[in-house]
């Protein structure tokens, strides 16, 4: 499979842990996305990267939230002391040259 | 601050009637795109506006971009019960950050 992969997919932690999900996207494409889906909610962007730079961050990100694409590669997003609000499913989308993003099937972060 | 509004939030159709949803921006884009998201499933991409005023067709799918860059519908002509899933309409900008819709959710009665 040549698509967006995202590990887990699931994730159940208790409200104060540090969570980090890892997304690979697809081969030699540049550009990387974040984005977070509450339920009935479109995708809200949190980051972008273009190879391993990152380009642009939400403000409504708190420094909880930090990303990494360190080789322009793969990327981790590591939510810090989660909290209850944090639970949704965090979408990964990569893109090369173009606009068309495609996205991975997503993580479901659950915090009790 | 740039917003993206989308209507109706819902909208149940039987087969064969047509469908259409809007998209306004607050702000003038550079393009818009547009997705389809099937229910547990993720967006996948239908197709991207660039041009004031532009019209693309997709079979029975129809997208439009308003003249000023800030509106864009899509229309499914005929629908079918394939066509079930949410749409999103997101917005770009020359910074590559996309902000998407509240999304349309699309019921089709057999």
């Known amino acids: 499979d040549t698509g967006v992969s995202q590990d887990p997919r699931h994730k159940i932690t208790k409200r104060g842990q540090n969570v980090t999900f890892r997304c690979d996207p697809i081969?030699?494409?540049?550009?990387l996305y974040w984005y977070r889906q509450t339920l009935g909610q479109g995708p809200e962007f949190l980051t972008y990267?273009?190879?391993?730079?990152?380009?642009?961050k939400s403000r409504l990100l708190s420094d909880r939230f930090s990303a990494e694409r360190p080789k322009g590669s793969f990327s981790t997003l590591e939510i810090q002391r989660t909290e209850q609000g944090d639970s949704a499913m965090y979408l990964c989308?990569?893109?090369?040259?173009?606009?068309?993003?495609?996205f991975g099937p997503g993580t479901r972060l659950t915090v009790l | 601050g740039q917003q993206v509004m989308q209507i109706p939030q819902y909208q149940h159709v039987q087969e064969g009637e047509d469908f259409t949803t809007y998209c306004n921006s607050s702000?003038?884009?550079?393009?818009i795109q547009w997705y389809k998201q099937r229910p547990g499933g993720h967006p996948v991409f239908l197709i991207q506006?660039?041009?004031?005023?532009e019209v693309k067709k997709q079979k029975r799918l129809t997208f439009q971009f308003g003249e000023a860059k800030k509106n864009s519908s899509l229309h499914i002509t005929a629908t079918q019960t394939t066509d079930v899933g949410t749409y999103f309409c997101?917005?770009?900008?020359?910074?590559?950050?996309?902000?998407f819709g509240t999304g349309t959710r699309l019921k089709v009665l057999a």
């Open positions: 702000t003038t884009l550079s393009n």
């Open positions: 081969s030699e494409h540049n550009r």
């Open positions: 990267f273009q190879n391993e730079a990152q380009l642009e």
């Open positions: 506006l660039v041009k004031s005023g």
């Open positions: 997101a917005g770009g900008w020359r910074t590559y950050k996309y902000i």
């Open positions: 989308a990569s893109s090369y040259h173009t606009d068309t993003q495609y």
